[in-house]
């Protein structure tokens, strides 16, 4: 198993979950074929830790991001946490 952690230069959090989720993209989106050779004999998901310290709802991702989240073609786990 292996992990990469990706944080907005100089920062400890991102401002929204779409902009993290466009740079991973900017980032991993030209190794996907090489990532998906690797889908033949293991899991490959994206998992998002999303912190919030309210209930006002989740995060609003576009057409645009939904679109190329499903093109990459791997699964995404979000996992929301209350802080």
């Known amino acids: 198993m292996w ?14 979950l779409e ?3 466009q740079a991973l993209l900017g980032i991993v989106g030209p190794l996907r074929d090489r990532l998906q050779a690797y889908s033949a004999d293991n899991e490959i998901c994206l998992w998002c830790g999303h912190f919030t310290s309210s209930f006002d709802g989740g ?7 939904l679109k190329a989240l499903a093109d990459f073609g791997v699964e995404l786990t979000l996992d929301t946490y209350r802080q």
């Open 59 to 65: 995060p609003t991702l576009s057409p645009q991001l």
């Open 3 to 16: 992990g990469f952690e990706l944080l907005p230069p100089g920062k400890d959090d991102w401002a929204s």
């Open 19 to 21: 902009e993290a989720l």
